[in-house]
C-alpha cells in the first residue's frame, strides 16, 4: 500500500507564490512519473506540469514560465512551485505518481488526497 500527502496549499494574494509538496510513503520500489493536477468547481482535472524518471518535465501552457516542478528522489518527493498566481490559478491540486512495487510488478497510479490553492485580494 502507499499514501501520498500533500502540503503547501493556502490563500494568497494575486502575483504571490507558494510551494506545494507531495511525498510518497509505503511499499515502493521505484516511481516513474509524477505529476500536479489540478480542478476548480465545475471544471475538469486538468494536468498542470509533470516530471519523469529523468527528470524532463512537460508543463501546460498556462503555467508556463511561472510553475516549476522538480522531484527529490531519495525522499520520494514531487514540489510545485508556483509563481506569479492568479486567480484563475485557484483549484484543488493533486499529485500523481506512477509507482512500481516490485521489480516484476507492474506501475500504479496513486493521487494524494488534494491541498486547496485560492488566490484572491
Known amino acids: 500500500q502507499v499514501q501520498l500527502v500533500e502540503s503547501g496549499g493556502g490563500l494568497v494574494q494575486p502575483g504571490g507564490s507558494l510551494r506545494l509538496s507531495c511525498t510518497a510513503s509505503?511499499?515502493?520500489?521505484?516511481?516513474?512519473?509524477m505529476g500536479w493536477y489540478r480542478q476548480a468547481p465545475g471544471k475538469q482535472r486538468e494536468l498542470v506540469a509533470g516530471?519523469?524518471?529523468?527528470?524532463?518535465?512537460n508543463y501546460a501552457d498556462f503555467v508556463k514560465g511561472r510553475f516549476t516542478i522538480s522531484r527529490d528522489n531519495a525522499k520520494n518527493t514531487v514540489y510545485l512551485q508556483m509563481n506569479s498566481l492568479k486567480p484563475e490559478d485557484t483549484a484543488v491540486y493533486y499529485c500523481?505518481?506512477?509507482?512500481?512495487?516490485?521489480?516484476?510488478?507492474?506501475?500504479?497510479?496513486?493521487w494524494g488526497q488534494g491541498t486547496q490553492v485560492t488566490v484572491s485580494s
Open positions: 500523481k505518481f506512477h509507482i512500481r512495487h516490485t521489480y516484476y510488478s507492474s506501475i500504479y497510479d496513486y
Open positions: 509505503g511499499s515502493i520500489f521505484s516511481i516513474n512519473a
Open positions: 516530471i519523469n524518471s529523468g527528470g524532463s518535465t
